[in-house]
């Protein structure tokens, strides 16, 4: 019976064909043909509601399906009518959107076979298979198309589909596992966002699908850091730094010495024990300029020569800007940082304070000392600084004065230093600070914040004879280490 039934059909196709009884005509995109409303209606809903007497279709005897092929047209009648499989790699994605039009499952079901056995993906199909097979609920083929993407996605980044991808569509492929390098993500994610100009909450989100703890250093230095789509976006430059930042912080951290010789203001001892050169900045401000670091870069400012003048060094990238100038002159005085932003203070030229935060493009006054205090130490203790002795008018002095950065209002504290001096050099470790003055003393305070009450207590004074200049102080396996224009002493 069931041969006799497929014979049946196959008989009516052969009629349709030869054109023996028709009544409707059938206009393709490419050609036109002429079929039965009956054999049509009978094949599914969607010829049904078309051809039923008050719909266009029925009074004109006109079928109009401008977006189908004839070709597929008729490969789709005979497989329903003939029960065979006509699906090939020519017309398959065209036979799927056929099937899905005329509702018919048994068609997309012979197309998901012929996928399973035989979809072939490349660079420059991947992308179109996998919107048409996640449109039609293909899921297990659409994701095979996904993991296609993922896995070859050096190579599909090369062509001309890539930038074509949605925002939705990228997130969705880098955010897969995949064995490429996470620096072939990076660099495609960027290629995307040159190529689509997405706003900067979109280019937020692409960075933060992007695994940066497994970017080499390298690249996120030379290509990342420094590109204008990292340049507008503040919330990806903290990302990138907030990672460059943390593959430094399990080692000891190389420490930057002022040395004056023309152009060659910093001088690097490594956490290695060893000498390295720092390049030669952009100009010569002359000595007496003053530093202090925030996250890794140097600002370096004042100078005999240029008073004004800013210098920043990347300590990364190890390389030299030039900021903004002061508002005022400044030589001999010191720096500090709180809160994301750096403070110039006092001087040989001026009493004032001034402060730069990384986002603004200009120094402003925010205090005064009332006093020239120079080659004084800063110590930063919560919102306030501590300007710790130095010269006064030229006369060595023992005074601590407080500058709260919230009031921008300076006080002198009642607790002077245990010795007056020329100048200090210093280290933070908190509570402890330890001072080295001109005279070769070594004092070694504890300063505790307690309710907005600062105290300061003298642990120790010792005498450590040094007889040369002396550049600085810092802590390295429980000694001191001074560092001086003829050697290195350890205390």
């Not at 039965?36 to 010829?47: D, G, P, Q």
């Not at 930057?256 to 900045?281: G, I, M, Q, R, Y």
Request: hydrophobic fraction near 40%; aromatic fraction near 8%.
């Amino acid at each position: 019976m069931e041969k006799a039934q497929a014979q049946l059909l196959v008989n009516i196709h052969e009629e349709i064909t030869k054109g023996t009884f028709f009544d409707i005509q059938i206009i393709c995109k490419d050609g036109r043909t002429t079929g039965s409303r009956i054999v049509l209606m009978a094949m599914s809903s969607f010829f049904r509601t078309m051809l039923r007497s008050n719909m266009a279709e029925s009074q004109t005897g006109v079928l109009n399906l401008p977006k189908l092929s004839l070709s597929v047209f008729q490969d789709v009648i005979k497989m329903c009518l003939c029960g065979i499989n006509l699906v090939n790699e020519d017309n398959c994605m065209q036979v799927i959107d056929a099937a899905e039009m005329m509702q018919l499952d048994n068609i997309k079901q012979l197309c998901d076979i012929f996928l399973k056995e035989g979809l072939t993906l490349t660079d420059k199909n991947c992308l179109g298979w996998w919107r048409l097979l996640k449109m039609y609920h293909f899921h297990d083929l659409s994701n095979k198309a996904l993991s296609y993407m993922a896995e070859k996605f050096a190579d599909f980044v090369q062509t001309e589909n890539f930038v074509q991808l949605s925002k939705d569509e990228l997130l969705e492929i880098i955010s897969k596992e995949r064995e490429c390098t996470e620096d072939i993500i990076l660099k495609g994610a960027m290629k995307w966002i040159e190529h689509n100009n997405p706003d900067q909450d979109d280019v937020k989100v692409i960075f933060e699908n992007v695994r940066l703890d497994n970017v080499d250093s390298q690249f996120l230095i030379d290509d990342v850091k420094f590109s204008d789509i990292v340049s507008k976006n503040k919330s990806v430059q903290v990302m990138i730094q907030k990672v460059l930042r943390s593959r430094v912080s399990t080692k000891i951290h190389d420490v930057f010495v002022l040395l004056h010789n023309k152009t060659s203001l910093l001088s690097c001892f490594t956490s290695h024990n060893k000498w390295e050169d720092v390049p030669p900045a952009p100009l010569d401000p002359g000595s007496s300029y003053s530093a202090a670091g925030f996250d890794d870069k140097i600002y370096v400012t004042g100078g005999d020569n240029k008073t004004k003048c800013t210098l920043i060094y990347d300590t990364i990238t190890k390389v030299w800007t030039v900021g903004p100038d002061l508002t005022h002159g400044r030589s001999s005085h010191c720096m500090a940082t709180v809160n994301s932003k750096m403070y110039s203070i006092g001087g040989w030229y001026s009493t004032t304070i001034e402060v730069l935060s990384e986002s603004e493009t200009c120094w402003q006054v925010v205090g005064d000392l009332a006093l020239r205090q120079c080659l004084a130490f800063p110590v930063t203790v919560d919102k306030n600084i501590l300007v710790m002795g130095g010269s006064i008018d030229s006369v060595k002095s023992d005074v601590i004065q407080c500058f709260n950065t919230t009031t921008q209002t300076v006080s002198e504290l009642n607790t002077k230093l245990p010795c007056s001096s020329w100048s200090l050099r210093g280290f933070v470790h908190f509570p402890d600070v330890y001072l080295l003055d001109d005279d070769g003393h070594v004092l070694h305070l504890q300063v505790t914040n307690t309710d907005g009450e600062i105290k300061i207590q003298v642990t120790s004074t010792v005498e450590w004879k040094v007889s040369t200049f002396r550049f600085g102080v810092t802590h390295r396996d429980g000694s001191l280490l001074c560092f001086t224009n003829k050697a290195l002493y350890t205390l």
